[in-house]
Nanobody, 114 residues
Framework: QVQLVESGGGLVQPGGSLRLSCVAS????????MSWYRQAPGKEREWVAT????????TYADSVKGRFTISRDNAKNTVYLQMNSLKPDDTAVYYC???????WGQGTQVTVSS
């Protein structure tokens, strides 16, 4: 059974930074690509970034490219999202996902406000 636990969210001022973490269990973590998604109130869940299991190759949504960085530590079964130059439009609940699996974690709230 896949278990995903996101953490690291909080309240930050515009232009600030946060680093989100997602710890995965129930899978051979190093064998799977991982993604971050986010969902703002009243909005559809949108894809943010993906990191492949080997390489690792990373891809980003245009809205976050150049500001966010996805990384992983396979020894810790953890995927990270470093979020810099945060904007109010980045406010959302952030979720991680195992590519190829249907499981989601509870998410972590990121609020960007002065």
């Amino acid at each position: 059974q896949v278990q995903l636990v996101e953490s690291g969210g909080g309240l930050v001022q515009p232009g600030g930074s946060l680093r989100l973490s997602c710890v995965a269990s129930g899978i051979t973590f190093s064998s799977f690509a991982m993604s971050w998604y986010r969902q703002a109130p009243g909005k559809e869940r949108e894809w943010v970034a993906t990191i492949l299991s080997a390489g690792p190759k990373t891809t980003y949504a245009d809205s976050v490219k150049g500001r966010f960085t996805i990384s992983r530590d396979n020894a810790k079964n953890t995927v990270y999202l470093q979020m810099n130059s945060l904007k109010p439009d980045d406010t959302a609940v952030y979720y991680c996902k195992v590519i190829g699996r249907l499981a989601w974690g509870q998410g972590t709230q990121v609020t960007v406000s002065s």
